[in-house]
């Protein structure tokens, strides 16, 4: 009866939501914006047509939309309001300068996954873990390498067979379980890092939470509350990981009650400096656990993604494996396995920029939400309420940003003569080049992520030959709308290097 009893509410609610749909798109209000070109119809309606469309061909909408108004801006319709998607080097550096009290990347994201039901307020209005991944974790890359190498080379053991010739194995899959690893080596250590259980916790949680908002987003505001009830299982994930770490923290705390701050011993991982940050009801443990949680959702899957993207281009390509391997056995030699090592490894850090370039995650990228009426150089008016974006893949493929921008070239951003700058390398933004945003909200774990990059390229290349079973052929990555995946369920091929 339960059963039951949830399904009626739940179609009342879908009713009740696309009677709202319809009173909206029929009452054209102040963010209907008319001065933006439109990419789809304006007409009540219509509209949510082009809505519905969007969900269906968010890609080319967005390409059509840069092709007709490039260096301006255009507006794409979604289900409760119009976004807008600025173009061009000059407003997309006025997107990057905006103030977060105009324009918001905090209240775009909460509001785009839902933050206040899926992930809770206090993710939503207390975001002192932004603070701890610029800091410490990048700070601490040099002294937390040695343990990241030595859990990249345990799971790749684990999880790419060492057997003769060749076998088969789900990319994208086997990539994610490598950087839960050994991504949680650094947030929590061993041995819970290597726990299958912890670690399937952790992508099912990611998958949970972006489910979760995108049925949640699809009710007005006053139905979320009740849809959040129904249609999440976040609450269970995260007690699942409070019974994962919570004997660890309590652990700590002893330690720390018995020994001082500074007890001898003391990890230094995220989870720890998370407890020394954290204050008032932050020190809970269900809401200690509730940001390794969020921190392993916002990390996993994106740089699980440029992984599998990249080793596509690699396995596709195998005329590209020698002169990495090269590099990095030449560095490797030098300076043995560490982080100015991999800093050493241009042409390794400029493949995984260029795969990014091409791939990237999606049609947009530096999503804000604007707190108050907001005006771009070019006159372009956002009033308050309206999302808006830069576009990344049109931006990637303009002939006026890069040469030959449909091909490529794996080493585009190697440059001979500077060795020493970091103005084309993997974690530098520009206007030009907006995969991890670009300013002062430009994703913040972004030298960790690449970090965990070049290490898994570096080694791959290092101790194996990769191939596609069909020679040559990159399987086609998936799109939701904007969004953009590698083929979750394609193949590559490994065999170990005989040495």
């Not at 950087?179 to 949680?184: A, H």
């Not at 281009?313 to 560490?338: H, Y």
């Amino acid at each position: 009866m339960a059963e039951d009893h949830s399904t009626v509410v739940l179609y009342t609610l879908l009713a009740l939501a696309t009677t709202v749909y319809l009173g909206r798109w029929l009452r054209p209000g102040k963010n209907a914006l008319p001065s933006v070109p439109t990419i789809g119809y304006t007409a009540p309606i219509l509209s949510y047509y082009s809505a519905v469309q969007f969900v269906i061909k968010g890609r080319e909408m967005v390409q059509e939309g840069y092709n007709k108004y490039k260096g301006g801006a255009f507006k794409v319709p979604e289900l409760f309001y119009w976004h807008v998607v600025v173009t061009g080097p000059k407003l997309i550096d006025d997107l990057r300068k905006a103030g977060s009290d105009e324009l918001s990347f905090n209240e775009a994201a909460a509001e785009m996954l839902a933050v206040d039901f899926t992930l809770g307020p206090s993710i939503h209005k207390n975001t002192y873990h932004v603070a701890i991944l610029k800091n410490q974790l990048t700070r601490g890359i040099n002294i937390l390498f040695p343990e990241m190498k030595d859990e990249l080379q345990s799971a790749f053991n684990d999880l790419v067979p060492s057997l003769d010739g060749w076998v088969k194995i789900p990319a994208f899959t086997a990539a994610t379980k490598i950087i839960s690893r050994i991504s949680n080596r650094v947030f929590v250590g061993l041995p819970k890092c290597r726990d299958p259980e912890y670690c399937a916790l952790n992508i099912e949680f990611a998958v949970s939470v972006a489910k979760s908002a995108f049925f949640i987003n699809m009710f007005p505001q006053f139905l979320r509350p009740l849809a959040a009830r129904l249609l999440t299982n976040v609450p269970k994930n995260i007690e699942s990981g409070v019974q994962h770490l919570g004997p660890i923290i309590k652990q700590r705390l002893k330690m720390r009650e018995q020994y001082g701050k500074d007890w001898e011993g003391k990890p230094n991982d995220l989870l720890m400096w998370f407890m020394d940050e954290a204050e008032g009801e932050e020190k809970a443990i269900r809401s200690l656990v509730l940001r390794i949680l969020t921190v392993n959702f916002a990390s996993i899957h994106t740089t699980s993604m440029s992984f599998t993207h990249a080793l596509f281009r690699l396995a596709a390509n195998p005329e590209f494996i020698q002169p990495l391997r090269d590099e990095v056995s030449q560095v490797i030699k030098e300076e043995g396995w560490t982080r100015n090592a991999l800093q050493r490894m241009r042409k390794v850090d400029s493949f995984l920029r260029e795969s990014n370039r091409c791939h990237g995650l999606g049609s947009i990228t530096m999503t804000r939400k604007a707190l108050k009426d907001f005006t771009f150089s070019d006159g372009t008016f956002i009033p308050k309420g309206c999302f808006v974006s830069a576009a990344e893949a049109p931006t990637h493929f303009d002939e006026a940003n890069y040469e030959y921008a449909d091909v490529f070239n794996p080493w585009r951003f190697v440059d001979e003569e500077d060795t020493e700058s970091m103005k084309n390398q993997m974690v530098t933004t520009s206007t030009e080049y907006v995969t991890f945003g670009h300013g002062r909200f430009a994703c913040p774990g972004r030298f960790f992520a690449a970090n965990e990059l070049k290490a898994m390229m570096a080694y791959t290349v290092l101790n194996y030959d990769v191939k596609m079973e069909n020679e040559g052929v990159i399987p086609e990555p998936v799109w939701y709308s904007v969004k953009v995946m590698p083929n979750a369920t394609a193949e590559v091929m490994f065999r170990r290097r005989q040495t």
